[in-house]
């Protein structure tokens, strides 16, 4: 029996989310951080005439330094501020200002500023803001000092190309043949231009591997002896796995000489690049507080440097009027005029109820997160309780991606330092007496042994996995592998310092 397929069309009832482009704003708002956010609403401001920024009336009552105080130190911090306000009362008439003199001088001021533009000088270049320089990247630097060599036309062009290749740790990101390759360059000719490069300074950059880097520094500081030469050129893997007898035993040297060589290679700098950094430190600006007066701890949103906005009276003014004004004022016809005002205002009104929204749910999580991990601000990060997102959504009755959206890039400044809350998140692990401890604790506890053991005599996994045993922590050797590289510490092999 043959079965024919084929299409058709048919009318049908369902139902489905409809992500409206309303609420794809309102989800990529909760999840901007601090200073995406304070972009966002810069950006909506020059767009939107109708937004406007409320202006402050006066301070929080309570600043966020006071915010770290106990009640009993911002009282008396209070007290010792009114008191200095008291004292300077009776100075006051001493130090009046001269206004008329101050006038004066105002404007004889003004009057200089003036002469100094028309003999020359330009305004700006009193401003210490103009005179601040941006820091020159590694390819930057690395390219100004190819144009102060006397290069031909050609190994300037092979200069360039190795100078726009050289990776942010100062190694030549390829190979110098597939280079020539791709630019038709000459192997012979490159290879001087590479050997002029790696002249320059910082010393060992633009090499293609770490033995080549050590040997250029060597080069470079004089350190030529032999010895320190032949320990980088062929037993760079031993050196790594700290097996230095074996080192010893090839070169027919003795164990001390080979200490004494390796001294001078660990005085070495691997990453020639490193001082060629991110051009500008980004600080993190919290988005809440969480402080303690007292007995009671209290959450705060932290709103400096945030505009609040408003709709402005004018243009609601503006809508209500049926006169052809509108027209004139938007530069259009007045039902042009209307509707492009109408969709100006529901905009920002939308703004501000999503912002509005955004920061009581950062705040809620916030509450919910101090009422959980209380013993945590109390007493440290070895209270520090397991909790998944789950266990946040169902208390607020949100989904479990909002919470996930709400704790990322999000920050909350606490007396114990300043945290994302995505930290407070933590997966269970259990323990022999069978209670959980979250593994954010078990890593700081494996980083305190790593700390505290004998450098001659590194922890191996296994003797920290008998360790925190010990503490009644179960855990694998595969686990403290891992939790062991996420923070960055090197097995017990190469930690190993023989001196």
């Known amino acids: 029996m043959a079965i024919k397929m084929g299409q058709s069309i048919g009318i049908g009832l369902g139902q489905g989310l409809a992500m409206t482009p309303a609420l794809q704003q309102a989800i990529k708002l909760l999840q901007l951080s601090r200073l995406e956010l ?54 006051d008439k001493e130090t009046e200002v001269d206004w008329e003199r101050l006038s004066n001088y105002e404007e004889s001021r003004s009057q200089a500023s003036t002469s100094g533009s028309k ?130 035993k090839a070169l027919g040297i003795t164990l001390e000489q080979v200490y004494t060589n390796v001294a001078v290679i660990i005085g070495l700098d691997p990453i020639p690049g490193r001082q060629f950094g991110p051009e500008a430190t980004q600080y993190i600006i919290p988005d809440v507080y969480v402080f303690k007066l007292g007995k009671n701890w209290h959450v705060s949103m932290n709103e400096d440097g945030l505009p609040r906005l408003k709709v402005s009276p004018f243009y609601k003014d ?18 042009g005029g209307k509707e492009y005002l109408d969709e100006k205002i529901k905009s920002a009104k939308w703004i501000i109820k999503s912002m509005e929204q955004r920061q009581r749910t950062i705040l809620r999580v916030t509450e919910q997160i ?24 169902e208390v607020l009755e949100l989904h479990e991606s909002t919470i996930s959206r709400v704790t990322t890039n999000k920050y909350v400044h606490t007396p114990r330092g300043i945290f994302e809350l995505k930290y407070f998140f933590n997966r269970a692990i259990s323990k022999n007496d069978g209670e959980e401890v979250a593994n954010e604790t078990v890593k700081t506890r494996l980083a305190e042994l790593i700390k505290a053991e004998d450098a001659v ?43």
């Open 38 to 91: 304070e972009q966002f609403v810069e950006i909506q401001m020059a767009e939107n005439p109708v937004l406007e920024e409320i202006p402050s009336e006066g301070l929080d009552e309570f600043s966020p330094i006071e915010k770290e105080f106990t009640e009993s130190e911002a009282v008396s911090g209070r007290m010792e501020e009114a008191a200095g306000i008291v004292d300077s009362i009776g100075k």
């Open 119 to 248: 003999n020359g000088f330009d305004d700006d270049t009193s401003n210490y803001e103009n005179m601040v320089t941006k820091a020159n990247t590694l390819q930057e630097h690395i390219a100004e000092l190819v144009r102060e060599v006397d290069f031909s036309p050609e190994e300037f062009k092979i200069a360039e190309q190795i100078a726009g290749n050289i990776d942010d740790r100062g190694y030549l990101a390829v190979s110098l043949e597939d280079l020539c390759s791709k630019e038709s360059f000459d192997k012979e000719l490159a290879e001087g231009v590479l050997d002029t490069i790696q002249h320059f300074d910082p010393p060992g950059i633009a090499a293609r591997d770490l033995k080549e880097c050590l040997l250029i520094q060597i080069r470079h500081f004089k350190l030529r002896n032999g010895i320190v030469e032949k320990i980088v050129g062929s037993h760079l893997a031993s050196l790594e796995s700290r097996n230095y007898s074996q080192v010893a």
């Open 318 to 335: 503006m809508l209500k009027d049926k006169k052809a004004v509108i027209g004139k004022a938007i530069g259009a016809k007045a039902d």
């Open 370 to 393: 101090l009422e959980r991990q209380k013993e945590f601000f109390e007493y440290g990060i070895q209270y520090l309780k397991p909790m998944v997102l789950r266990d946040i959504a």
């Open 457 to 499: 005599k590194p922890y191996s996994d296994q003797q920290i996995l008998e360790l925190l045993a010990k503490e009644n922590i179960e855990i694998s050797r595969r686990t403290i592998a891992k939790y062991r590289e996420q923070l960055g510490i090197l097995p017990s092999s190469k930690r190993r310092k023989p001196f």
